[in-house]
């Protein structure tokens, strides 16, 4: 019986090793985007950051069951993303880039109302590493998260 679940637990880590890493276009797609964003405001590129992703990774999994739209309240600026359907890495993210057009530098607010933050931490100066990962959730769904580090969005601070 300790061999049996000795092996048990050997297969469930084997399992949950293969569900918990970003794929190379997954990944290529998170930094593509977001650094094409930052260019457009001058900023430099962001760098892809292990811990971040496995952070990242870490919590979308607890989603898989609900995806359920709530952020991990962890240490890290985080954007989280929910669509019915089978979205794409750089479809989540290029959501979050749209709303600069509801950004306004010179206030330092969202206009109309709209959010903006998701955004704003994309372009926020101090962010310099990124971690993202996209889990498909049991009910067919598509839970994303990405965490910037050093976080942003600061009240009253101005992303760049």
């Not at 084997?14 to 593509?32: I, N, P, Q």
């Not at 089978?86 to 607010?109: C, I, M, P």
Request: glycine fraction near 10%; include cysteine.
């Amino acid at each position: 019986m300790g061999k049996s679940i000795a092996f048990s637990l050997l297969l469930v880590a084997a399992l949950a090793s293969t569900v918990s890493h970003v794929s190379g276009s997954d990944k290529d797609a998170f930094m593509r985007v977001h650094n094409t964003a930052r260019a457009s405001v001058g900023l430099p590129p962001f760098t892809w950051d292990y811990r971040l992703a496995s952070f990242a990774q870490s919590f979308a999994n607890k989603r898989i069951y609900d995806c359920r739209l709530v952020h991990s309240n962890g240490p890290y600026g985080e954007n989280i993303f929910w669509g019915s359907g089978g979205y794409s890495a750089a479809f989540a993210t290029q959501t979050w880039v749209e709303e600069r057009r509801y950004y306004d530098l010179y206030s330092n607010s969202c206009r109309g109302g709209m959010d903006c933050g998701h955004y704003t931490q994309i372009v926020w100066r101090r962010s310099t590493r990124l971690g993202c990962a996209r889990v498909t959730c049991r009910n067919g769904g598509v839970f994303v998260t990405c965490n910037y580090d050093p976080p942003g969005n600061y009240i009253g601070s101005r992303p760049y």
